[in-house]
């Protein structure tokens, strides 16, 4: 019986062939008799000049302000002692990560819309998709340690500080860190050993998983299955923990007997719930959902909530909401006047 993932051994249809010499299209290349993708071709947006140069605009102002906006959040809480906080350095280290995701991923994005279509080299893809997985899957985590922070302060406040100490939320950090990025290597290292023998055009705006593993010639069941069982601990149980964490809070809450102690609870958890939904939204709307429901457009406008939208958004909800942050930049702004 045929092995139905043999190589072909006839050159492609728009292999070139002169002589003993075939030249092969860019990017796949013969090795040891067999057809081998060395580069991918990122097709990004489909649309013309016009357009392109207008959404390159658009995502280059995006990303400067994402970049301003998260950079900000990092100095004046690390150069404001009243922010000295768990809540306020678990806010900055989400900056962070906002920062890593979005360079990994908008100036190979904005570099496709300049040139319509761009080449990404074999070990650069693989690169770009473990890095963006691995900030992703250490944001889930991260997520899940600020709503724990929330509810030891609303249910258990008298414990707080012993609870939330430095070292431990250092230590939360530092496992938030090393915890994604092994999670995900685990996969990436599969998917980087699957056989890729072309077409080795990509339909999305960068590297991410499932458009890789659809370009795949060999069996990717087991990396599936790697892939599930890498979501159970760094997306479905930190989901889960912050869902029972926020019933608590709410349960907490409504036990209150002042409607300004209640709204004075509530208020410091809704700026992260906000961020939370539309994460964890976008997240599951790209991972969860089949692919084969979705066009590949919808794709591209869904990996951008969670890749440019989120980022953005994150510091303007932490600034405009949180009334302790606006005053540390209102109070330097007078200091600067005078």
Not at 115 to 134: E, P, R, V
Not at 180 to 194: K, P, R
Not at 300 to 314: E, G, Q
Request: a neutral charge; proline letters at 5%.
């Amino acid at each position: 019986m045929a092995d139905p993932f043999a190589i072909p051994s006839l050159p492609p249809e728009n292999a070139v062939e002169d002589g003993s010499r075939r030249e092969w299209p860019s990017g796949i290349q013969r090795d040891n008799n067999k057809t081998v993708v060395k580069d991918f071709i990122l097709l990004g947006f489909q649309v013309n000049g016009g357009v392109r140069i207008l959404l390159f605009c658009l995502f280059l102002v995006i990303y400067c302000l994402i970049l301003c906006g998260n950079v900000l959040i990092i100095t004046v809480v690390s150069t404001s002692k009243n922010l000295h906080t768990p809540m306020y350095f678990f806010i900055s280290q989400l900056s962070i990560y906002d920062i890593l995701l979005t360079t990994d991923v908008i100036p190979k994005m904005l570099q496709v819309l300049l040139i319509k279509g761009g080449t990404i080299s074999f070990i650069d893809c693989i690169t770009q998709c473990y890095l963006l997985g691995a900030s992703e899957a250490a944001e889930c985590l991260l997520l899940t340690v600020m709503s724990y922070d929330r509810y030891v302060a609303i249910c258990n406040p008298l414990r707080y500080t012993t609870i939330m100490t430095n070292e431990y939320c250092v230590i939360l950090i530092i496992i938030c860190w090393v915890f994604g990025f092994l999670i995900v290597l685990t996969f990436v290292i599969s998917i980087a050993n699957l056989i890729f023998c072309g077409p080795n055009n990509i339909d999305h705006l960068f590297c991410d998983i499932i458009p890789i593993i659809e370009l795949a010639c060999s069996d990717a069941y087991i990396v599936h299955l790697e892939i599930f069982l890498a979501g159970i601990p760094s997306i479905f149980i930190p989901a889960t923990i912050i869902i029972v964490s926020y019933a608590y809070i709410v349960i907490t809450v409504l036990t209150i007997p002042s409607s300004n102690g209640r709204k004075k609870a509530f208020s410091t958890c809704s700026s992260h719930l906000t961020v939370v939904s539309i994460f964890y939204g976008t997240m599951f709307s790209v991972y969860i959902v089949p692919s084969k429901s979705q066009s590949s457009t919808i794709r591209k406008i869904l990996s951008l909530l969670y890749t440019v939208l989120t980022p953005l958004v994150n510091p303007i909800i932490y600034s405009l909401r949180n009334e302790e942050i606006k005053k540390v930049i209102l109070n330097r702004k007078m200091v600067r006047k005078h």
